[in-house]
């Protein structure tokens, strides 16, 4: 894919924000935690593109005036914007709504879970405000009804973790092969 590829070209080197990453180093730990959990090819790829809304933004800029930023912490939206993107270029819905829902995961485990809202970093608290505050009952319970409900949730947990400054991991190539078998 061209196009992913000339995308982290442009801005994987940005800085995650907030975090001790940078957007690269982010998507191939989130990609490679997928893996390593035995994750199948459409999850591996989707954790590894999760947050390309954010490198789409440099191009955009100019034509989306709607698009608000986050006070340096990204832009709000970025997983539909993504998610959109990826549908564009022949993706799966699978994939889609595993990007799409990323934010709402983290809503819903808010909701659902104190002892998580106690736990999310600092660039996550931030956000949340901007992305719409925890999840209320009703729409936490047709959340639930996801057909990919596990696998949000899953990559929710990747996303997280994928904050390790130098942590070893396969390079984008190999992760690139993963979208070819899936996108042609
Ligand atoms: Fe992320």
């Known amino acids: 894919m061209e196009t992913i590829t000339s995308l982290f070209a442009q801005s994987g080197n940005d800085a995650y924000f907030g975090e001790p990453v940078t957007q690269l180093e982010h998507a191939l730990q989130c990609a490679h935690l997928a893996e390593r959990a035995g994750a199948d090819t459409e999850t591996v790829v989707a954790a590894f593109l999760h947050d390309i809304g954010h490198l789409l933004l440099p191009e955009l800029a100019d ?3 709607t698009l608000g930023y986050m006070d340096g912490y990204g832009t709000v939206d970025h997983e539909k914007l993504g998610a959109d993107y990826l549908r564009e270029q022949g993706f799966s819905e699978k994939v889609a709504q595993l990007i799409e829902n990323h934010v709402n995961a983290k809503r819903y485990l808010v909701y659902k879970n104190p002892m998580y809202f106690a736990r999310l970093s ?12 925890p999840m209320e ?6 959340f639930e009804t996801n057909p990919y409900f596990k696998g949000i949730l899953q990559l929710r947990t990747w996303d997280e973790q994928a904050k390790i400054p130098g942590l070893p991991t396969p390079d984008m190539a190999h992760y690139l092969t993963l979208i070819n078998e899936l996108v042609h």
Do not use: M, W
């Open 63 to 65: 034509g989306e005036s």
């Open 122 to 133: 600092e660039a996550s608290l931030k956000t949340l405000e901007f992305q719409g505050g």
């Open 137 to 142: 009952a009703g729409e936490a319970l047709a």
